[in-house]
């Protein structure tokens, strides 16, 4: 097999992944991964060469967010990022059996009602079925919208920049329609409102 410089950076990139995995696993998050800085570093390394499918266009920081079509729980359509066009968004991807994502429900919640008329938008998108959604809803209420997604390698979580399907992941789109923030993993208490600031 001829090493070429993609298949280089691809190993380099599992490589870093693999570590940061390993290390988390034995020493903790540290501080590095603490910043926005090691948080990218993460993210970065969790998703590159991660292959999507043909016909798939993926977000990227920085670029405007493809046009992704989905559907509330009561099967209205919403459209990213035009429904949510002129305010700041964050959009955290989530499922019910996913014990991080629960885990930050209640802060998201507190953010979204302290946001107002003129704040960041939040929306959750559930990878779930409807009506595991609606059962978990029944037990954990939020004041937030909710879409949902079939989960799958083209969903809207991989359209919008996590083609591994890692949860909790939450994204910041300006109300331009760009990407500007990714983040996988679940958000302490209080770090969103230094997180999901515009810029």
Request: aromatic share 4%; charged share 20%.
């Amino acid at each position: 097999m001829k090493v070429t410089p993609p298949r280089i950076v691809l190993a380099a990139a599992v490589a870093g992944a693999l570590g940061i995995a390993a290390s988390l696993a034995l020493n903790g998050p540290g501080p590095l991964l603490g910043t926005e800085a090691g948080q990218r570093i993460l993210n970065d390394a969790l998703v590159a060469g991660t292959p999507t499918p043909a016909g798939v266009t993926v977000a990227r920081r920085g670029e405007a967010l493809p046009a992704i079509r989905l559907a509330t729980l009561d099967g209205d359509p919403i459209h990213l990022p035009g429904d949510f066009a002129g305010r700041p968004l964050l959009v955290n991807v989530w499922a019910s059996w996913c014990g991080p994502c629960i885990k930050e429900m209640p802060e998201l919640d507190r953010y979204a009602r302290e946001q107002g008329e003129g704040g960041v938008q939040v929306l959750g998108l559930a990878l779930d079925e409807p009506q595991a959604v609606h059962d978990f809803l029944q037990r954990i209420p939020v004041g937030y919208p909710l879409a949902i997604d079939a989960p799958g390698p083209a969903d809207a979580g991989v359209r919008l920049g996590n083609p591994r399907g890692v949860l909790p992941y939450t994204v910041l789109v300006a109300s331009d329609g760009r990407l500007l923030k990714q983040k996988i993993g679940p958000f302490a208490d209080g770090e969103i409102d230094g997180w999901a600031v515009p810029q």
